[in-house]
């Protein structure tokens, strides 16, 4: 089975602080694990993928995570926030049967 | 199209009514995928077409709702008798069917039960 768990549902950091969004996964195969984005009034787009290639994977807009075997992680990371950067993230677990399951979501505010 | 089209954008019930929402994949993905998203709950897994092969309906939560895809292309969520915990933005997606590729999102319909 496969499942993922978003540590803390609300973030909130001052413009230029680093950005760090939890995420663990639980997979009985191999997961591709993924990072999307939600801004207001939009719908989810793509932030960056791991598909077992590099563990540190780089996606746009300066966001970056890094997949810990040992951990079960997929964290986010941005070094500096910016306005702009304020959305509701979600992580995501693809594991067998092409199926997607998708952790609860956290909505990230920046403080200028 | 140029990406996932859904309709209506936002739709206004009664309760007790059936509704169906629609789904207008991109051209050539073969698999399709319905979420619901809650406030606070995330994003539900429904139910996944791929190819010809039967659909994945475990994450229906009951037996009121029901999709199909015709033709490999279109999908239709129906939710019949609608209660007012059916209300929340329900959201299809699709890809070119591998677990590895990125899911494409449609912007969503926003239900409300009243």
């Known amino acids: 089975a496969q499942s993922v768990t978003q540590l803390g549902s609300h973030v909130s950091v001052s413009e230029g602080a680093l950005v760090l969004l939890r995420c663990n996964y639980s997979?009985?195969?191999?997961?591709?694990l993924f990072w999307y984005v939600q801004y207001p009034n939009q719908g989810l787009q793509l932030l960056l993928k791991?598909?077992?290639?590099?563990?540190l994977v780089k996606g746009i807009n300066g966001f970056e995570a890094e997949f810990k075997k040992s951990e079960t992680s997929f964290h986010l990371t941005k070094p500096s926030a910016h306005m702009s950067d304020a959305a509701e993230y979600f992580c995501?677990?693809?594991?067998?049967?092409?199926?997607?399951?998708f952790g609860t979501g956290t909505s990230l505010t920046v403080i200028p | 199209g140029a990406g996932v089209s859904q309709s209506p954008s936002n739709k206004v019930t009664e309760k007790g009514k059936d509704v169906e929402l629609r789904c207008d994949p991109i051209?050539?993905?073969?698999?399709l995928y319905w979420y619901r998203q809650s406030l606070g709950q995330g994003l539900e897994f429904l139910i996944y077409?791929?190819?010809?092969?039967?659909?994945?309906k475990s994450g229906l939560p009951s037996d009121r709702f029901s999709a199909e895809r015709t033709g490999g292309s279109v999908s239709t969520l129906t939710i019949q008798r609608t209660q007012q915990e059916d209300s929340a933005v329900y959201l299809c997606?699709?890809?070119?069917?591998?677990?590895?590729?990125?899911?494409?999102f449609g912007s969503g319909t926003q239900l409300s039960v009243l």
């Open positions: 791991y598909t077992s290639a590099a563990t």
């Open positions: 077409f791929q190819g010809n092969s039967a659909p994945d």
């Open positions: 997979s009985s195969v191999p997961p591709y």
């Open positions: 997606a699709s890809s070119q069917g591998q677990r590895n590729e990125k899911l494409f």
């Open positions: 051209s050539g993905h073969t698999a």
């Open positions: 995501a677990v693809s594991g067998a049967g092409n199926q997607f399951y």
